[in-house]
């Protein structure tokens, strides 16, 4: 499962990629340029605070139980 989207900013693309592989949550986010980004991790715990560039996350599975 997977999904990916994309926006055309005045400042730059803003990108977002997630997928699951095995147990694992995947996310791959891309900030443009002298731009920061709060990324808030599906444990709602995690937030990050992001510079530009491409950032990767991978955390373990939530469990829905």
Do not use: C
Request: hydrophobic share 30%.
């Amino acid at each position: 499962t997977y999904s990916s989207g994309s926006y055309q900013s005045l400042y730059g693309p803003v990108r977002s990629d997630w997928r699951i592989e095995a147990d694992s949550f995947k996310l791959t986010v891309e900030v443009p340029v002298n731009m920061t980004g709060t990324v808030i991790l599906q444990d709602g715990k995690q937030d990050r605070n992001v510079g530009s560039g491409i950032h990767r996350f991978a955390s373990p599975l939530m469990s829905d139980r």
